[in-house]
C-alpha cells in the first residue's frame, strides 16, 4: 500500500467518525421533539401515575436529556441499542432478525438495477442522439418517478392477485418455514441446504418485490451507465480500435463498458441510501419482514428505543458502504486522493 | 478592443460570427424558436412545463372542476370508473310510472351496494333494500316489488336473461368518472383537490429548504475556513442519509398535519440546495471576472451579491425543479405509510394506502389513478428540471 493510499484510507475513515457522530445525534432528538410525554406515549391514555414512573424509571427516560444522550452513546459503542420498550428484547436482536430480509431484498433489486441500467444505458449512450437514446432517456425519468409503492402494488395487482402467477406478499408461503438459518436469506441457506422446494418458495417471493425496487433505481442507473459511456466512447482508444477495424459489438461493449464499469459501480454504490429508503416503501407495500418493516411498524407501537437503534442502524450501514466503495475506488483509480 | 481581438486567432475574423442567440427577439419568438437551438431537450422543458402548468391550473380551479365534494359520501362504495347511472327496470306492461313521471312513492327494490340506496333517499321513495343482486331480481319477478334500481351497465345482461323485464327510465343519478371509493365518495374529485394538497405540500418546502440552504451554501463557501467545513461536513451526513427515513422520522414525531409534513420534507432537502449553491459559488468564484471586480476594489458584499449570486441562480433553478419532483414522491411515501396528512385532506398518497386494502378484491381504480397522477406530476418537474439544466448550463450534464 503506497503512502498516498494509505493516507487516502485513513482521512476517509476518520470523515465517517464525525458523520456518524453528528446522524446519530441527529437521530436521537428527532425521536425526542415529540409534543408531550413518551412514557405516556408508549403506554396510551388511562395509564397510571405509578405504571408511568416505573416505565420512566424502567427507560431511563427521568434522567435529563444531557445524561440520556451520554449513556446512549456509551451504549452505541459497545453496539448495545438498548432494550425495546414494547417487546421484553434488546434492540440489537430485534434487527438481527429482520435485517437479512431486507439484505435480500437489497441484492435481488440491485441485480434487477444493473441488468436493466447497463443493458439501456450502453444502448442509449450508443445510439447517442438518436431517437432511441432519447426515448430511453425519457422513459428513464418517468421510471425514476413512479412512486416505488405504486408500482409495487400494480405488479401485486396484475400479476399477483389477477393473474396469480406470484404471490405478492412475505417471504415464504404459510407453513414453509426453513430448517435452519445459516446467512438469514432464505434463497441463500436453501442452496446450502439443498432444499430445492424451500429455494423455489423463496424465489417466488422475491420477484416481485426485488422487481419493484430495482426498476426505480434502474432509472436513475440507466442516466449513470449511459452519462459514464459517453465519455468512454469519445475516449481516442476507442476511435482507433474502429480505424483498426474492431467490431462494434466488442468495441462498445468490451472495451468500453469494461473502462466505464469502475465509476458507475461506485455511483452505484453511493446510491445505497436510495436503496434503502426504497426499500422501507417496498416492505410496507409486500409486507416484506425487513428493517424497513420494522421501522413502520413500531412507529405505531410507539417504541422509541427500537426505532432509535434501527434508524442508527440504517445510518451505520449507508456509512459503511459508501466507506467501502470510496476505499474501493481509491484502490482502483490511483487519481482519486485527498 | 480592435488591438485584443487581433491577439485571439480565433476571433480573427469577428464579422463571420452570427451569435446562436439574436439579442433582438422578442421573449414569445424566442420561446417558439427555443426548439432549433436546443433540439429534444426544448420539447422535453415545454412537455415538463406543460404539465406543471396543467397541475397549477388545476391547482387554483379545483372548486370549480371537482364535480363533488372530495370528503362527502356521496354514491354507493366502489363503483367502478364511468359508472353510477342508474335504470329503472319493471314487469313489462305492469310499470305503474311512465318514462317522464316521477317515482315517488312506488314500491322499490334497490341493493345495498348500488347506487339505488342513494337515490331512492334522495327522490323519497317507498324501498326495499337487498343484500344480493339476485334478491332484488327476483323481488321484481315474484312481485314484491313493482320497480328495481340498477346500474346502467347491467341493463342489457339485465334483460337479455329476462325477457319479461322492460326499461322504464334511464340516465338517473350521477357518472362517476373516476368510481367511488370503499366510502362512496367521488374518486375524481379527491383527485383533483388532492392536487392541491400534493402540490402546496411540495413546493412549500422545496422553498423552505431553498430559503435555509442556498443562503447557508452562499455564506459557507464564500467565508469558508472552519464554518466551511463543519457545515459541509454536517450537510454531507445528513444528504448521505435515507431522506425518506429522516422524514419518517420527523413526521412521526411531529403528527400528522400540513404544516409537520411540509417541515419534515424541507429538512431533508436543505443539503441538496446547500450543496449545489455551495459547489457553485466555489467554482464561478475562480471566474476571471470575479477576479476583475475584486481587483478594482469591488467590496465583498458586492461580488457575493452582485457577481457570484445571479450566476448560481440556473443551477438553484434546476435543482428546485427536480427538488420538487423529489418531495413530491417522498410526501406520497409518507402518506402511503401513514404519516402523512389528517385523513379530512383529499391526498393522493393516503388514498394509495388505502386501496391497498382493496386490491385484491378487485378494485383497481382506487390505486390506478392517484399513482398515474403523482408520477405524472413527479415526471413533469423532473423533465422540466432536465430540460432546463440542459437549456441554461449547457455544459453541467453531459449528453
Redesign the interface.
Known amino acids: 500500500m503506497s503512502t498516498g493510499l494509505r493516507r487516502y484510507v485513513v482521512v476517509r475513515l476518520l470523515?465517517t467518525i464525525?458523520?456518524?457522530l453528528?446522524?446519530v445525534t441527529?437521530?436521537f432528538f428527532?425521536?425526542?421533539?415529540?409534543?408531550g410525554d413518551p412514557a405516556l406515549a408508549v403506554l396510551r391514555e388511562g395509564a397510571s401515575e405509578e405504571q408511568l414512573q416505573s416505565f420512566r424509571v424502567a427507560t431511563g427516560l427521568d434522567q435529563p436529556l444531557h445524561v440520556q444522550y451520554l449513556e446512549f452513546l456509551g451504549g452505541l459503542l459497545r453496539l448495545d441499542f438498548g432494550e425495546s420498550m414494547t417487546r421484553n428484547v434488546p434492540v440489537i436482536d430485534e434487527i438481527k432478525t429482520f435485517f437479512p430480509a431486507t439484505v435480500e431484498l437489497a441484492l435481488a433489486a440491485m441485480m434487477v438495477t444493473t441488468t436493466v441500467g447497463i443493458l439501456f444505458g450502453v444502448y442509449a449512450a450508443h445510439h447517442?442522439?438518436k431517437a432511441s437514446d432519447?426515448g430511453i432517456?425519457?422513459s428513464s425519468?418517468?421510471l425514476?418517478?413512479?412512486?416505488?409503492?405504486?408500482l409495487g402494488?400494480?405488479l401485486?395487482?396484475i400479476v399477483g392477485?389477477?393473474f396469480g402467477w406470484l404471490p405478492?406478499s412475505g417471504r415464504l408461503s404459510a407453513g414453509n418455514t426453513p430448517e435452519e438459518t445459516i446467512t438469514g436469506l432464505y434463497t441463500i441457506d436453501a442452496i446450502l441446504t439443498l432444499n430445492w422446494d424451500l429455494f423455489v418458495d423463496a424465489v417466488r417471493h422475491l420477484i416481485l418485490p426485488a422487481v419493484t425496487l430495482g426498476l426505480v433505481l434502474a432509472g436513475i442507473f440507466i442516466r449513470l451507465t449511459?452519462?459514464n459511456m459517453?465519455?468512454v466512447l469519445e475516449q481516442d482508444y476507442i476511435t482507433a480500435g474502429r480505424a483498426r477495424g474492431l467490431r462494434e459489438r466488442v468495441l462498445v461493449y468490451k472495451h468500453g463498458l469494461r473502462n466505464a464499469a469502475i465509476p458507475i459501480v461506485t455511483l452505484l454504490g453511493l446510491q445505497v441510501?436510495?436503496l434503502?429508503?426504497g426499500a422501507?416503501?417496498t416492505e410496507?407495500?409486500f409486507s416484506w419482514p425487513g428493517l424497513g418493516r420494522l421501522?413502520?411498524d413500531r412507529?405505531?407501537d410507539r417504541d422509541f428505543t427500537t426505532?432509535q437503534g434501527s434508524?442508527i442502524f440504517?445510518?451505520l450501514i449507508?456509512?459503511l458502504v459508501?466507506l467501502l466503495v470510496d476505499v474501493l475506488y481509491g484502490f482502483l483509480d490511483p487519481r482519486i486522493r485527498y | 478592443m480592435s488591438t485584443t481581438s487581433e491577439a485571439y486567432p480565433g476571433d480573427a475574423n469577428p464579422t463571420e460570427y452570427t451569435p446562436l442567440i439574436d439579442q433582438n427577439i422578442g421573449i414569445m419568438r424566442r420561446f417558439f424558436r427555443g426548439r432549433k437551438w436546443y433540439g429534444t431537450e426544448w420539447y422535453i422543458t415545454v412537455f415538463g412545463g406543460f404539465i406543471l402548468v396543467a397541475v397549477l391550473l388545476t391547482t387554483v380551479l379545483a372548486p370549480v372542476l371537482a364535480p363533488h365534494d372530495p370528503n362527502s359520501f356521496i354514491g354507493a362504495p366502489f363503483t367502478p370508473p364511468g359508472g353510477g347511472l342508474l335504470a329503472v327496470i319493471a314487469r313489462q306492461g305492469e310499470s305503474p310510472i311512465g318514462p317522464s313521471d316521477s317515482i315517488d312513492g312506488q314500491s322499490i327494490g334497490t341493493t345495498r351496494n348500488s347506487n339505488g340506496a342513494t337515490w331512492t333517499k334522495e327522490l323519497g321513495i317507498g324501498r326495499q333494500r337487498y343484500n344480493e343482486e339476485e334478491e332484488t331480481i327476483a323481488a321484481l319477478q315474484n312481485g314484491e316489488v313493482d320497480l328495481i334500481l340498477v346500474e346502467e351497465r347491467q341493463v342489457e345482461e339485465l334483460l337479455a336473461s329476462n325477457p319479461d323485464f322492460e326499461v322504464i327510465q334511464e340516465g338517473l343519478g350521477r357518472r362517476y368518472i373516476a368510481g367511488t371509493d370503499n366510502l362512496g365518495r367521488d374518486i375524481e374529485s379527491r383527485l383533483i383537490w388532492g392536487a392541491r394538497t400534493i402540490l402546496g405540500v411540495a413546493v412549500i418546502s422545496a422553498l423552505f429548504s431553498s430559503l435555509i440552504g442556498i443562503p447557508l451554501g452562499l455564506t459557507s463557501a464564500f467565508i469558508g475556513g472552519k464554518l466551511d467545513k463543519g457545515l459541509s461536513l454536517a450537510m454531507d451526513s445528513i444528504y448521505s442519509f435515507p431522506g425518506l427515513l429522516l422524514a419518517v422520522a420527523l413526521a412521526a414525531m411531529l403528527g400528522p398535519s400540513v404544516v409537520n409534513v411540509t417541515i419534515a420534507i424541507s429538512v431533508v432537502y436543505i443539503p441538496t440546495f446547500y450543496r449545489v449553491t455551495r459547489g457553485q459559488v466555489l467554482s464561478i468564484r475562480e471566474n476571471m471576472y470575479v477576479e476583475a471586480a475584486r481587483s478594482l476594489g469591488a467590496k465583498r458584499s458586492a461580488i457575493l451579491f452582485r457577481y457570484i449570486s445571479p450566476n448560481v441562480i440556473p443551477s438553484v433553478v434546476v435543482v428546485f425543479s427536480l427538488n420538487i419532483a423529489d418531495a413530491i414522491l417522498t410526501a406520497a411515501g409518507l402518506s402511503f405509510i401513514g404519516l402523512g396528512l389528517p385523513p379530512d385532506i383529499p391526498d393522493w398518497g393516503y388514498d394509495l394506502n388505502k386501496g391497498h386494502s382493496f386490491l385484491v378484491a378487485g378494485h383497481w381504480w382506487m390505486i390506478t389513478f392517484p399513482g398515474i397522477l403523482i408520477t405524472l406530476v413527479a415526471a413533469g418537474f423532473s423533465l422540466l428540471g432536465e430540460g432546463l439544466s440542459e437549456i441554461l448550463n449547457p455544459r453541467l450534464v453531459k449528453g
Open positions: 470523515l464525525p458523520m456518524l453528528i446522524l441527529l437521530v428527532v425521536l425526542r421533539i415529540i409534543p447517442r442522439k432519447y432517456r425519457i425519468i418517468i425514476y418517478s413512479i412512486p416505488i409503492f405504486w402494488l400494480m401485486q395487482m392477485a389477477k405478492v449511459r452519462a459517453l465519455g441510501a436510495l434503502l429508503a422501507i416503501l410496507t407495500t421501522v413502520v412507529i405505531y426505532l434508524i440504517f445510518a449507508v456509512a459508501s
